[in-house]
């Protein structure tokens, strides 16, 4: 069965970094744009970043721009979120999940991985 599974999410301090790793399996990777959304408590899904197949192009909302990268090793089926400069605002369960643009469209999600930023 097709299973996305995150880590690396914890706490981190305001100007920390955290590296977000999403394991795929039970699906053609290497075939799949793949995409971070984020919700923050009493908010609704943003898409965060995504990153085509083969990795030639990348998304990156405003909000994140500068501060996170996102890369996929398809020879380990994952997908990973570097996150630097770390703000209290980005605090959320962050998803990876199939699929590229607004979260709605997305087919296959993990079960999320919380990041909380505060001092």
């Known amino acids: 069965q097709v299973q996305l599974v995150e880590s690396g999410g914890g706490l981190a301090q305001p100007g920390g970094s955290l590296r977000l790793s999403c394991a795929a399996s039970?699906?053609?990777?290497?075939?799949?744009?793949m995409s971070w959304a984020r919700q923050a408590p009493g908010k609704g899904l943003e898409w965060v970043s995504g990153?085509?197949?083969?990795?030639?192009?990348?998304y990156y909302a405003d909000s994140v721009k500068g501060r996170f990268t996102i890369s996929r090793d398809n020879a380990k089926n994952t997908v990973y979120l570097q996150m630097n400069s770390l703000k209290p605002e980005d605090t959320a369960l962050y998803y990876c999940?199939?699929?590229?643009?607004?979260?709605?469209?997305?087919?296959?999600w993990g079960q999320g991985t919380q990041v909380t930023v505060s001092s």
């Open positions: 990153i085509y197949s083969d990795g030639s192009v990348t």
């Open positions: 999940a199939t699929g590229w643009g607004e979260p709605s469209g997305y087919d296959y």
């Open positions: 039970g699906f053609t990777f290497s075939s799949y744009a």
